[in-house]
Every structure is written in structure tokens, then in C-alpha cells.
């Protein structure tokens, strides 16, 4: 404890001054005795160890005050800065050297602790464009991946109906011409040939749409207007009994430019998703067709949106409707083959098609057809 005291400033300064006060008040001693050799001894040395005690006194509270303590307000302050405490300033009004200390190391502290904040917030920010792009990249993979499965689905079912074509097309020719051969009396056959006829021409059309799939012909592309073409679609779907009890409710933006497609393709894909829109409404309900532009960065699209009132689409369902014959219609009614087509023809237009339902709350069905940059758009 003793040793500490005497390390301390404020220590060293009280020996120092009480040296130099007890040489000074010798000094003086010696010299008043000299002169006046009739004064005793004693009487000298109690007045001057008085006046020497108490002048020494007051030097040490005015040092203290003056640099001890303020100093230690310094050291407290590097002791919080140290410990990581940025929000500490150091109370010193003063306008000496210390106060200019004490000033200067306030004014560094509030910068340090701006470059702290700053730095926090980069951290984040930067945290949270990491954590935004990690989701896209998975979505991008996601994506990849099913577009992969569609494309090898797609190639696969191809192959296959390829192969079928012929045969099929054979059985058809000759249970045409074996029709014509057996006698009208025998009715029975007759029959159950009209069925195998039947069946054969059912496969044949799976088969067709199959290859219309992959078709490897050039579509025949044209800057076409989508409004117009989905004007043409309604005019000849709205005087079909399946949509009867179906409203349109049809939102052109009439400012969208013209897109280079296959007028035909792009027709089927639109019919494919009333057919199926009707479908799932069981025939009554709403239709909504949309069109509008949209800019996905560096791209700009125009962007066809039909949404039904129907049931949705089940979430564990979602994944499989663009795979080549997935269907929950009845056997006889679905092929599972429309929205797989549609998926092949808007692929090749490169452009987008996707889903957005939830279920019990109706499906809407977006296609994205690229604006090619011309002097005009
Ligand atoms: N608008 C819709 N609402 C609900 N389900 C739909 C809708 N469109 C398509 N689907 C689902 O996607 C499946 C596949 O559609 P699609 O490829 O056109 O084949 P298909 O119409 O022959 O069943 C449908 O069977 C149906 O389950
Ligand atoms: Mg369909």
C-alpha cells in the first residue's frame, strides 16, 4: 500500500516538495539564528516546521489538483476506451495542456466509435445481401434443375412417340381398310373394330402432340401484337359451350410492343391455359387475361396473365403440372400433355412460364415473351 503511494504521482510529488520545503526551511533556519543568535533554537524550528508543513500543504493541493487529478481523469478514460467503451468522454473543462488532452481524446473517441458504427452497419448490409443472393442462387438452382427434368422428360417422351407414330398410323390404315372389308351383317366385329379405331386414334393424337413437343421445325416468327392475338382467341372460345358461364375479365395495356413469335404456338399455349382454367372451374367463374410490360433488369418483357377462380393448385402438386403427362383429369379427358407443350413452345421463344396459386384460391398462370431491341422499342 505504502509502496503504491509512493509510485503515484501525487506520492512523489509530497516527498519531493517536502524535501526541498525542510532543505529551504533549514537553509532559512540556519540563517534567521545567525542573525539573531538570541532567539532559541526550539522557538525557530517550531515556527519554521509550521510555516514549512503548511506551505508544503497547500503546493500539494494545488498540484494535485492541477495535474493529478485531471491526469487520472485521462487514464480512466484510455482504461474504458481500452475495455471497449466508446460512449465514455472525459468531463474536463480546463483550458491547459491537460484540457486540450482530455479534448483531443474525446474528439477521437466519437470518431472511432462513428468508424465502429459504420463498420456494424456495413456488416450487415453485407450480411443481409449474402443471405439475398444464397436464396436466389438456390431458386436459380431449383429452377435449373427442373427445367434439366422437363427438357430430358420432354426429349425422352419424344423418342418414344416417335417410335409409336408409325405403327400407330399403320394400325389405323388398316383397321380403316379392314372396316371396309367385313360384311355389313356382321355387325359385332364391325363394333369392336370402331373401337379399336377409336383407340388407336387416341393414341395417335397423344402421339402428335407428343411431337409437336419437341417439333424440330422452324416456328414461323412474325412481330406480332399479343393484344390482338388474344382479342382473336376470345372471339373464338367465347361461342363455346365449355365457356358459356365463364366471364372474361380482359386488362390490356395497350402500349405493350410488338413481340417476334410464332403467332400459331403462342395461340395454342393461350388455349391451352382457357382449357384448362375452365377445367378447374368446372366451367362457371372468372377469367382475368392481363397483359403489361415488365423489366427484369437488363430485359424487358411483355408479361400475359390468366388467372381463374378455380380451386388452385395443391402445393404438392405444383412441381409436376409442366412434366409430360401429368394430370388429375380423368382418364379420357387429359392427355397431361398442354401445359408440357406450352412449356416447349415458350422455352423456345425464350421466354418464361410459371405458376402462382394457392390452394382454394384460384391459379394464375404467367408467360414472359421477350422484347427483342429494335430502334422502335
Ligand atoms: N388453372 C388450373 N387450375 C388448377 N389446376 C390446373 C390448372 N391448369 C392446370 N392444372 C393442373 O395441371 C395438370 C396438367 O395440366 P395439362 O398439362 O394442361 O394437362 P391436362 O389438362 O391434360 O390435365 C392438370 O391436370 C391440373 O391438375
Ligand atoms: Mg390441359
Known sequence: ???????????????????????????????????????????????????????????????????????????????????????????????????????????????????????????????????????????????????????????????????????????????????????????????????????????????????????????EKADIDINTLIENILSMVRNQAKFYNIVFDVQLDKTIPAVSVDPNQIQQVFLNLLINAADAMEEKGKITIASRMITDGDSRFVEIEFTDTGPGIPEDIKGRIFEPFFTTKPAGKGTGLGLAVSYGIIKKHDGQIFVKSEQGRGASFFIRLPVVKTDRN
Request: net charge positive; proline share 2%.
Open 1 to 219: 500500500m505504502q509502496k503504491k503511494s509512493l509510485n503515484s504521482l501525487t506520492g512523489k510529488l509530497i516527498l519531493a516538495i517536502g524535501a526541498m520545503m525542510l532543505i529551504v526551511g533549514l537553509v532559512f533556519a540556519y540563517v534567521f539564528i545567525k542573525q539573531n543568535p538570541d532567539i532559541k533554537l526550539g522557538v525557530v524550528l517550531f515556527y519554521g516546521g509550521f510555516f514549512v508543513i503548511t506551505i508544503s500543504f497547500l503546493l500539494c493541493i494545488i498540484l494535485y489538483n492541477l495535474v493529478t487529478k485531471p491526469l487520472s481523469f485521462l487514464v480512466d478514460g484510455m482504461n474504458k476506451l481500452s475495455q471497449g467503451d466508446m460512449d465514455y468522454r472525459i468531463n474536463l473543462k480546463t483550458k491547459d495542456e491537460i484540457g486540450m488532452l482530455a479534448n483531443s481524446f474525446n474528439l477521437m473517441v466519437e470518431e472511432l466509435r462513428q468508424y465502429r458504427d459504420k463498420m456494424e452497419n456495413w456488416t450487415k448490409s453485407l450480411e443481409e445481401e449474402v443471405q439475398k443472393k444464397t436464396a436466389e442462387i438456390v431458386k436459380a438452382q431449383e429452377q435449373l434443375i427442373n427445367a434439366e427434368k422437363l427438357a430430358s422428360l420432354g426429349r425422352m417422351a419424344a423418342g418414344v412417340a416417335h417410335e409409336l407414330n408409325s405403327p400407330l398410323t399403320g394400325i389405323v390404315t388398316f383397321a380403316h381398310l379392314m372396316m371396309k372389308r367385313i360384311p355389313p351383317e356382321n355387325t359385332q366385329d364391325a363394333e369392336d373394330l370402331k373401337v379399336i379405331i377409336d383407340q388407336a386414334e387416341r393414341c395417335s393424337k397423344i402421339v402428335r402432340g407428343l411431337l409437336g413437343f419437341s417439333r424440330k421445325t422452324a416456328s
